[in-house]
Nanobody
Framework: QVQLVESGGGLVQPGGSLRLSCTMSGFPYNLYGIGWFRQAPGKEREGVAC????????NYADSVKGRFTISGDNAKNTVYLQMNNLQPEDTAVYYC?????????????????WGQGIQVTVSS
């Protein structure tokens, strides 16, 4: 059974940084994509970043380009989201998700399994 567990969230001041981790288990796939999504109160869930296991390519939402970096450690089955220069509008519950087909277009429908989510709050 696929399991995705997020960690590393919390409260940070504007301009600060956080690193989220997504630890994966329970699936034998060699080719897949791991995405980070977020959902703010009253808003739809949106794609933030994705990394493809097959070739290491990445994709980012325009709102986070230049501030967020997604990376993976295959030996640890972990994907990271380094978030710098955080702003109040980045406040949301962040989810990691698995795309069994390896897609990294940040479309919710491409992702098959989801973590439970973790809160990130940016506030002074």
């Amino acid at each position: 059974q696929v399991q995705l567990v997020e960690s590393g969230g919390g409260l940070v001041q504007p301009g600060g940084s956080l690193r989220l981790s997504c630890t994966m288990s329970g699936f034998p796939y060699n080719l897949y994509g791991i995405g980070w999504f977020r959902q703010a109160p009253g808003k739809e869930r949106e794609g933030v970043a994705c990394i493809s296991r097959s070739d290491g390519s990445t994709n980012y939402a325009d709102s986070v380009k230049g501030r967020f970096t997604i990376s993976g450690d295959n030996a640890k089955n972990t994907v990271y989201l380094q978030m710098n220069n955080l702003q109040p509008e980045d406040t949301a519950v962040y989810y990691c998700a698995l795309s069994e087909g390896g897609w990294c277009f940040l479309r919710l429908a491409d992702f098959n399994s989801w973590g439970q989510g973790i809160q990130v709050t940016v506030s002074s």
